[in-house]
């Protein structure tokens, strides 16, 4: 779990992106292979008019080729909570016999557009923890 995964526009251009990248080592019988499935992400977004926000999520599995991503773009102007399931555009799978850490990387983005307008989009439930949920499919090779 994670707190203070915040993009805003009042942090200057260096907090218009933050970025998470977690490594889930997994452990799990030979004869079996998965890829990610879809992925739920929740939060908070206060964007004014004009102002974007932008909630992505992506995959890899190391040592395999290709990145698997997920995302959603909010435009302003919004002021809610959020919860989206998407699906990742393409799926990658592990190889058969092999067991390979799973690599998550979050991103949250904010984009001013032209007119000045300030946001911000977090990814935390309201009790201020990421909240991020990964359906898997596992399939017998």
Known sequence: MFSQYTASTDAGSSGLRKACTVTAVLNYPQGFRFHLVDVTMRGYAKLDAGVTGTIQTSYYIS???????????????FDDNFEFTDSFAAAVYNECNTVRNLNLVSEVRVNPGNAPGSG??????????????????????
Request: aromatic share 6%; with cysteine.
């Open 120 to 141: 911000l989009v977090t990814m935390d439930s309201q009790d201020l923890r990421l909240t991020q949920v990964f359906a898997l499919a596992w399939e017998s090779c």
């Open 63 to 77: 040592g395999v080729r290709g990145t698997a991503r997920a995302k959603r773009v909010i435009p302003g102007a």
